[in-house]
């Protein structure tokens, strides 16, 4: 498998600081490329967000690095890197929320994963930070938001357009740093044919269509990596023309 990759962030037109965080990192292996990418959205009093994102970005890039190879050599057993991934988020978990009380300044992140080895991918996530698939002619939600109105929906007692329009739609259940018990979803499939991973923050889908992502970020729509970081700034500008607040965040992992 080998790999076109593109990222953008944008502070957006409210906040006085971006507490996204977002890493993509592409390694030759003995077993072909392998790609990494993370996207973390903060949450905090002035910059402590982003403090809180750059934090869990650093643990993930640091297991990447020194960690992550010896696995690879060892072979990959989704269980283990089940089992890996939630110690390190425990671990950061707890720093964060250490730090948090020393400072008395309350904060903490999303976190969403991915890594891809050969025609398999690898998810984990905590929040509502999101990762999708997009291809020729659809685009598929590959994690579940962890906040109060997807639990409403689950169970029945709110719908979708209810939901769009709920005051309550950034209520998280849980995040990395803020919470007393973390409980991370896993999630892993295969890749068939050429596609598009796209990890986002909430700031970047609120007021943009799945139609409309997926016209600009299909791989027919992205020959290489500058159409895939113009298009990803397209969009995050017509975000902001729609007028959201939030931070906006993509990250774009094109494979074929």
């Known amino acids: 498998m080998n790999y076109l990759i593109a990222a953008h962030t944008d502070i957006g037109i409210k906040k006085q600081t971006n507490q996204d965080s977002l890493l993509i990192k592409v390694a030759d292996t003995e077993y072909g490329q392998v790609c990494f990418a993370v996207l973390c959205d903060g949450m905090g009093g002035l910059a402590k967000g982003e403090v809180a994102s750059a934090t869990v970005i650093r643990h993930f890039s640091d297991w990447f690095e020194k960690e992550f190879p010896e696995m690879l050599?060892?072979?990959?057993?989704?269980?283990?890197?089940?089992?890996?991934?939630?110690?390190?988020?425990?671990?950061?978990?707890?720093?964060?929320?250490?730090?948090?009380?020393?400072?008395?300044?309350?904060?903490?992140?999303?976190?969403?994963?991915?890594?891809?080895?050969?025609?398999i991918y690898y998810i984990i996530n905590v929040g509502d930070s999101r990762a999708y698939m997009v291809t020729g002619d659809s685009i598929l939600r590959l994690t579940k938001d962890q906040t109060f109105i997807q639990k409403e929906m689950d169970e029945g007692r709110m719908t979708y357009e209810e939901a769009k329009r709920d005051p309550r739609r950034n209520v998280l259940l849980q995040c990395v740093g803020a919470s007393s018990v973390i409980e991370p979803d896993f999630y892993l499939g295969q890749i068939k044919g050429r596609c598009v991973f796209m990890l986002c923050s909430d700031g970047f889908r609120h007021v943009i269509g799945d139609a409309e992502i997926q016209e600009k970020l299909n791989p027919m729509a992205l020959p290489d990596e500058e159409t895939m970081r113009q298009n990803a700034e397209f969009l995050t500008e017509l975000n902001k023309f729609r007028k959201e607040d939030d931070n906006i965040s993509v990250a774009l992992v094109q494979t074929y």
């Open 73 to 119: 050599y060892r072979g990959i057993k989704p269980e283990h890197l089940k089992r890996t991934w939630e110690n390190l988020i425990y671990e950061v978990n707890y720093k964060i929320g250490y730090y948090s009380e020393r400072n008395n300044a309350k904060m903490g992140s999303t976190v969403v994963a991915l890594l891809i080895i050969g025609d």
